[in-house]
């Protein structure tokens, strides 16, 4: 049996991710490919109503599912080995989440319809399609899932795309002919992720993976699983999600309308994280269940250069925000040039959360998850409240830094304390040695040559920052010639 890890782990995470990333932002990234124009056809107000309604989907989301995408990915290679094994471990789920999904799904619509401002929005048809998006998307989600467990990448990537020109083309015609404001918007959004949701449900149905059975011992261990993962869903809510309820009700929609375009600006690292874990997460719990030996192995040599890669990711975007949003977004949104940096390293920081977190699965040991979930959580949550209503947005993102740090280094502690890994700490250490002294030069060197066009200073920027990055990697030895060139024969060997 040929498993997805066989063969060389680079090249496969090269191709694959590579086309994951064309996916996520047809998809995650589809708001901030949007931004120039969405930002001249929305108030900052209007994406601030957007953004709270986002939290409330992504809230709803976690009692729809009852977090059973966890299990789906966690138990699939255990279930896979015959195609009536597998149509009846995906038909198990599917029904089930449609079944119970629709009795959550009613429940959320009579709370939403019952407290109109809940959301301030009474427009009966909008706050029905807010209430059956979770579960749209859940029962979507299964048949995304198995092409991603399979590596079928290219059969997501053309009906994604598709779908992002619908999203586009329904959301920009019903701003600009019709002024519809972010009821517009939403309906753009709503109707991109129920026609991809049809489509992955089709693929199940012409594989004959839906069959009409629900194997109640196959739920049973699903929930068993996905049940104490639930508070650990609710805490990243609260995490990622909360400070834009919290922002409006101590300030306005249209600061919340700002810091959302901030955190939009920031996820080109956010997108490149999971486009890479996309790939490298099954591929780690296929090793994990066949060769530890090469699980440990690919795990040393894969962090020191992904922390290189994302910390340059997340240094360039912070050094370049002024200049993005000036040059990307409408002037009302200037302001949130100044949230990026804290946003993008808050997301460097969680990258490392991917692989670190993911021990608690693979040595079924979810309660610490949970456990690290709830306290960073709770840490977020407090300091929200005590400091939005003081310092307003910046307060909530250095909030969600500060919580996601929290985090990652309780996931590592125990990664460390649970797999015996080892890292090359001499590698990271240098690799911020590098950074932190091209900074400085570009602090200096930037003021003496810098344009007034934008478009000039990026240019600029970009010069000063890779020949010091690359130049000063290779003399401290982070990676070498060799190491280019060895990966470069890996990436191309057929």
Not at 283 to 295: G, R, W
Not at 447 to 458: A, D, M, R, T, W
């Amino acid at each position: 049996m040929k498993y997805i890890h066989s063969g060389s782990i680079p090249k496969t995470i090269f191709k694959n991710s590579s086309l994951y990333f064309l996916i996520s932002l047809l998809t995650k990234g589809a708001n901030l490919l949007l931004l120039p124009i969405m930002t001249r056809l929305l108030t900052p107000k209007d994406y601030g109503v957007l953004s709270n309604i986002e939290a409330v989907i992504g809230f709803s989301a976690v009692f729809v599912s009852l977090y059973l995408d966890s299990s789906f990915n966690r138990y699939y290679f255990n279930n896979n080995k015959t195609k009536n094994e597998l149509g009846e471990y995906i038909s198990s789920f599917f029904w089930f989440i449609l079944i119970w999904g629709f009795f959550v799904t009613t429940i959320i619509f009579i709370v939403v319809n019952s407290y109109d401002g809940l959301l301030k929005i009474t427009y009966f048809p909008l706050l029905l399609m807010i209430c059956i998006s979770p579960l749209i998307q859940q029962l979507g989600l299964i048949g995304q899932m198995l092409l991603r467990n399979r590596l079928e990448i290219k059969r997501i990537i053309f009906p994604n795309f598709i779908f992002f020109i619908v999203n586009s083309i329904l959301s920009v015609s019903l701003l600009y002919f019709y002024d519809l404001g972010f009821i517009g918007r939403f309906i753009g959004i709503f109707s991109g992720f129920t026609l991809a949701s049809l489509y992955f449900i089709i693929i199940l149905i012409r594989g004959n993976l839906l069959i009409f059975k629900i194997n109640f011992k196959i739920i049973k261990n699903a929930l068993i699983y996905s049940l104490p993962l639930i508070p650990l869903a609710i805490s990243s809510w609260i995490t990622l999600l909360s400070d834009r309820l919290i922002i409006t009700y101590y300030g306005s929609a249209t600061d919340t309308g700002i810091y959302d375009v901030a955190y939009k600006g920031a996820l080109i690292v956010r997108v490149f994280t999971e486009s890479v874990f996309q790939v490298f997460s099954p591929m780690l719990t296929s090793m994990y269940t066949v060769n530890i030996v090469k699980y440990r192995k690919s795990l040393t040599d894969f962090i020191p250069i992904f922390n290189w890669i994302i910390f340059c990711f997340a240094f360039i975007i912070s050094l370049c925000a002024k200049e993005i949003v000036e040059l990307l977004v409408d002037e009302s949104f200037n302001q949130a040039y100044s949230l990026i940096p804290i946003i993008v390293f808050g997301y460097y920081i969680s990258s490392h959360q991917k692989y670190l977190g993911a021990i608690f699965g693979l040595k079924e040991k979810i309660y610490l998850s949970t456990i690290g979930y709830f306290l960073a959580a709770f840490i977020n949550l407090i300091l929200n409240f005590l400091f939005i209503p003081v310092f307003g947005s910046s307060a909530a993102a250095w909030t969600t830094f500060g919580s996601l740090l929290f985090l990652t280094l309780w996931c590592g502690i125990w990664f460390y304390k649970l797999e015996p890994i080892k890292v090359n700490w001499n590698k990271i250490f240098n690799t911020y040695v590098v950074f932190f002294a091209t900074y400085i030069i570009f602090y200096f060197l930037f003021p003496l040559i810098s344009s007034v066009s934008i478009v000039v200073n990026i240019f600029i920027k970009f010069i000063i920052i890779f020949p010091l990055l690359i130049i000063g990697s290779l003399k401290l030895k982070i990676f070498s010639y060799q190491d280019i060139s060895d990966l470069y024969k890996k990436l191309v060997n057929k």
